[in-house]
Protein backbone atom coordinates (compact mmCIF):
# COMPACT_ATOMS: atom_id res chain seq x y z
CA UNK A 1 0.00 0.00 0.00
CA UNK A 2 1.22 3.60 -0.56
CA UNK A 3 1.91 6.20 1.83
CA UNK A 4 2.03 9.15 -0.04
CA UNK A 5 -0.19 11.34 -1.84
CA UNK A 6 0.75 13.47 -5.05
CA UNK A 7 -0.77 16.63 -5.89
CA UNK A 8 -2.54 17.85 -2.47
CA UNK A 9 -1.92 21.42 -1.36
CA UNK A 10 -3.93 23.40 1.56
CA UNK A 11 -7.27 25.67 -0.24
CA UNK A 12 -7.09 28.73 0.14
CA UNK A 13 -8.88 30.00 3.16
CA UNK A 14 -9.67 32.75 5.38
CA UNK A 15 -8.22 33.43 8.54
CA UNK A 16 -10.60 32.01 11.00
CA UNK A 17 -10.09 28.65 9.70
CA UNK A 18 -7.55 26.79 11.37
CA UNK A 19 -4.68 24.86 10.33
CA UNK A 20 -6.03 21.63 11.44
CA UNK A 21 -9.94 22.46 9.60
CA UNK A 22 -7.68 23.20 6.28
CA UNK A 23 -5.90 19.84 6.00
CA UNK A 24 -8.81 18.30 7.07
CA UNK A 25 -11.03 20.17 4.10
CA UNK A 26 -7.94 19.48 1.87
CA UNK A 27 -8.02 15.28 2.71
CA UNK A 28 -11.84 15.44 1.66
CA UNK A 29 -11.81 17.46 -1.35
CA UNK A 30 -8.59 14.96 -1.90
CA UNK A 31 -10.64 11.60 -1.24
CA UNK A 32 -13.09 13.11 -4.04
CA UNK A 33 -10.80 13.86 -6.56
CA UNK A 34 -9.68 10.54 -6.17
CA UNK A 35 -6.08 11.28 -5.26
CA UNK A 36 -6.70 9.50 -2.25
CA UNK A 37 -7.93 5.84 -2.67
CA UNK A 38 -9.69 3.36 -0.30
CA UNK A 39 -7.91 0.72 1.20
CA UNK A 40 -4.46 2.98 0.63
CA UNK A 41 -2.52 3.77 4.13
CA UNK A 42 -1.19 7.06 4.10
CA UNK A 43 1.41 8.70 6.19
CA UNK A 44 0.85 11.70 8.79
CA UNK A 45 4.42 12.79 8.08
CA UNK A 46 4.17 12.36 4.01
CA UNK A 47 0.61 14.28 3.99
CA UNK A 48 2.85 16.49 6.02
CA UNK A 49 5.71 17.09 3.59
CA UNK A 50 2.75 17.50 0.83
CA UNK A 51 1.26 20.23 2.84
CA UNK A 52 4.70 21.79 3.55
CA UNK A 53 2.81 21.41 7.35
CA UNK A 54 4.05 19.69 10.58
CA UNK A 55 2.69 16.59 10.98
CA UNK A 56 0.33 17.64 13.77
CA UNK A 57 -2.19 19.52 12.28
CA UNK A 58 -2.14 16.90 10.09
CA UNK A 59 -2.95 13.69 12.83
CA UNK A 60 -5.44 16.08 13.74
CA UNK A 61 -7.49 16.17 10.74
CA UNK A 62 -6.81 12.74 10.12
CA UNK A 63 -8.83 12.02 13.98
CA UNK A 64 -11.36 14.28 12.52
CA UNK A 65 -11.68 12.37 8.98
CA UNK A 66 -12.11 9.15 11.14
CA UNK A 67 -14.77 10.33 13.21
CA UNK A 68 -17.12 11.04 9.99
CA UNK A 69 -16.21 7.09 9.20
CA UNK A 70 -13.79 8.50 6.39
CA UNK A 71 -10.46 6.85 7.49
CA UNK A 72 -9.42 4.85 10.15
CA UNK A 73 -6.10 4.29 12.14
CA UNK A 74 -3.46 1.85 11.60
CA UNK A 75 -1.25 1.10 14.40
CA UNK A 76 2.40 2.48 13.84
CA UNK A 77 1.56 2.84 10.07
CA UNK A 78 -0.57 6.18 9.33
CA UNK A 79 -4.61 6.30 8.47
CA UNK A 80 -6.28 3.75 5.62
CA UNK A 81 -8.89 5.11 3.20
CA UNK A 82 -12.37 3.50 4.13
CA UNK A 83 -13.73 1.46 2.11
CA UNK A 84 -17.59 0.97 2.30
CA UNK A 85 -19.15 -2.12 0.54
CA UNK A 86 -21.93 -2.87 -1.53
CA UNK A 87 -24.57 -3.47 1.49
CA UNK A 88 -23.15 -0.33 3.46
CA UNK A 89 -23.95 2.03 -0.17
CA UNK A 90 -27.16 0.08 -0.47
CA UNK A 91 -28.19 0.93 3.41
CA UNK A 92 -27.32 4.46 3.06
CA UNK A 93 -29.56 4.70 0.42
CA UNK A 94 -32.12 2.98 2.01
CA UNK A 95 -32.01 5.37 4.38
CA UNK A 96 -31.56 8.85 2.11
CA UNK A 97 -35.02 7.44 0.53
CA UNK A 98 -36.85 6.78 3.91
CA UNK A 99 -36.15 10.64 5.02
CA UNK A 100 -35.45 12.75 1.00
CA UNK A 101 -38.28 11.47 -0.29
CA UNK A 102 -41.05 12.18 1.79
CA UNK A 103 -39.78 15.96 2.99
CA UNK A 104 -39.15 16.86 -0.71
CA UNK A 105 -42.95 15.63 -1.34
CA UNK A 106 -44.29 17.58 1.39
CA UNK A 107 -42.44 20.50 0.40
CA UNK A 108 -43.73 20.67 -3.08
CA UNK A 109 -47.05 21.24 -1.33
CA UNK A 110 -45.58 24.19 0.39
CA UNK A 111 -46.31 27.22 -1.68
CA UNK A 112 -42.47 28.38 -1.11
CA UNK A 113 -41.95 29.16 -5.09
CA UNK A 114 -39.74 31.69 -4.20
CA UNK A 115 -37.26 29.77 -1.93
CA UNK A 116 -36.88 27.09 -4.29
CA UNK A 117 -36.30 29.96 -7.16
CA UNK A 118 -33.20 31.21 -5.43
CA UNK A 119 -31.56 27.73 -5.35
CA UNK A 120 -31.82 27.92 -9.04
CA UNK A 121 -28.12 29.51 -9.57
CA UNK A 122 -26.92 26.62 -7.16
CA UNK A 123 -28.35 23.85 -9.54
CA UNK A 124 -26.73 25.37 -12.34
CA UNK A 125 -23.56 25.44 -10.80
CA UNK A 126 -23.76 22.22 -10.39
CA UNK A 127 -24.36 21.25 -14.08
CA UNK A 128 -22.09 23.34 -15.16
CA UNK A 129 -19.29 22.27 -13.04
CA UNK A 130 -20.19 18.54 -14.22
CA UNK A 131 -19.72 19.90 -17.84
CA UNK A 132 -16.64 21.23 -16.53
CA UNK A 133 -15.10 18.19 -14.91
CA UNK A 134 -14.52 19.94 -11.72
CA UNK A 135 -15.29 17.71 -9.53
CA UNK A 136 -14.80 20.22 -5.87
CA UNK A 137 -17.14 22.62 -7.19
CA UNK A 138 -19.74 20.04 -8.18
CA UNK A 139 -19.77 18.53 -4.63
CA UNK A 140 -19.57 21.55 -2.66
CA UNK A 141 -22.23 22.91 -4.58
CA UNK A 142 -24.08 19.38 -4.59
CA UNK A 143 -23.91 19.16 -1.23
CA UNK A 144 -25.19 23.37 -0.38
CA UNK A 145 -27.64 22.60 -2.79
CA UNK A 146 -29.39 19.54 -1.13
CA UNK A 147 -28.51 20.70 2.66
CA UNK A 148 -30.61 24.31 1.76
CA UNK A 149 -33.62 22.62 0.32
CA UNK A 150 -34.23 19.92 3.02
CA UNK A 151 -33.35 23.34 5.47
CA UNK A 152 -36.89 24.58 4.21
CA UNK A 153 -38.67 22.12 5.73
CA UNK A 154 -37.24 23.48 8.78
CA UNK A 155 -35.74 20.23 11.10
CA UNK A 156 -31.98 20.92 11.53
CA UNK A 157 -31.92 17.08 12.67
CA UNK A 158 -33.21 15.78 9.56
CA UNK A 159 -30.80 17.38 7.82
CA UNK A 160 -27.62 16.89 10.19
CA UNK A 161 -28.43 12.85 9.59
CA UNK A 162 -28.47 13.59 5.66
CA UNK A 163 -25.16 15.19 5.67
CA UNK A 164 -23.63 12.77 8.02
CA UNK A 165 -24.78 9.93 5.09
CA UNK A 166 -23.62 11.73 2.63
CA UNK A 167 -20.08 12.14 3.91
CA UNK A 168 -20.28 8.65 4.85
CA UNK A 169 -20.66 7.53 1.39
CA UNK A 170 -19.01 9.65 -0.81
CA UNK A 171 -18.64 9.37 -4.60
CA UNK A 172 -16.37 6.63 -5.17
CA UNK A 173 -16.84 6.61 -8.80
CA UNK A 174 -17.29 10.28 -9.52
CA UNK A 175 -13.81 11.07 -11.25
CA UNK A 176 -14.48 8.11 -13.92
CA UNK A 177 -18.01 9.47 -14.70
CA UNK A 178 -16.70 12.88 -15.20
CA UNK A 179 -13.87 11.69 -17.19
CA UNK A 180 -16.73 9.66 -19.34
CA UNK A 181 -18.71 12.63 -19.49
CA UNK A 182 -21.39 10.64 -17.87
CA UNK A 183 -22.30 12.93 -14.51
CA UNK A 184 -24.23 15.67 -16.48
CA UNK A 185 -27.36 13.49 -16.36
CA UNK A 186 -27.16 13.18 -12.45
CA UNK A 187 -26.26 17.25 -11.97
CA UNK A 188 -29.86 17.79 -14.42
CA UNK A 189 -31.57 16.33 -12.06
CA UNK A 190 -31.28 19.05 -9.72
CA UNK A 191 -32.95 21.43 -12.00
CA UNK A 192 -35.57 19.25 -12.93
CA UNK A 193 -36.46 18.77 -9.61
CA UNK A 194 -36.53 22.93 -8.60
CA UNK A 195 -39.30 23.19 -11.60
CA UNK A 196 -41.53 20.17 -10.15
CA UNK A 197 -41.19 22.02 -6.63
CA UNK A 198 -41.88 25.15 -8.62
CA UNK A 199 -45.13 23.82 -9.99
CA UNK A 200 -46.26 22.33 -7.07
CA UNK A 201 -46.25 18.91 -8.19
CA UNK A 202 -45.74 16.49 -5.43
CA UNK A 203 -45.88 13.44 -7.51
CA UNK A 204 -43.00 14.67 -10.13
CA UNK A 205 -40.75 15.96 -7.18
CA UNK A 206 -41.14 12.99 -5.35
CA UNK A 207 -40.45 10.74 -8.35
CA UNK A 208 -37.63 12.33 -9.19
CA UNK A 209 -36.08 12.61 -5.36
CA UNK A 210 -36.51 8.90 -5.20
CA UNK A 211 -35.07 8.77 -8.93
CA UNK A 212 -31.90 10.86 -8.38
CA UNK A 213 -30.95 9.51 -5.56
CA UNK A 214 -30.97 5.80 -6.61
CA UNK A 215 -28.99 7.25 -9.90
CA UNK A 216 -26.15 8.34 -7.08
CA UNK A 217 -26.52 5.57 -5.89
CA UNK A 218 -25.02 3.88 -9.00
CA UNK A 219 -22.14 6.57 -9.09
CA UNK A 220 -20.91 5.43 -5.79
CA UNK A 221 -20.32 1.99 -7.42
CA UNK A 222 -18.74 4.10 -10.95
CA UNK A 223 -21.94 1.73 -12.18
CA UNK A 224 -24.92 4.64 -13.29
CA UNK A 225 -27.97 3.62 -13.56
Known amino acids: MGTGAEGLGLPVVGERQSLREQVAQALRDALVAGEMRPGVVYSAPVLAAQFGVSATPVREAMLDLAKEGLVE ?29 PTVARLAE ?23 GDLLTYVNADLRFHVELLGL ?9 VRELRGRARLYGLKGLADAGK ?7 HVELLDALIDGDRA ?3 HI ?17
Open 153 to 161: AGNAHLVEV
Open 110 to 132: SGRGADFERLRPLAREIVTSAER
Open 209 to 225: MGHHIQHVRGIWANKPE
Open 73 to 101: AVRNKGFRVTEMSDSDLDDITEIRRLIEV
Open 183 to 189: LVDSARE
Open 204 to 206: AAE
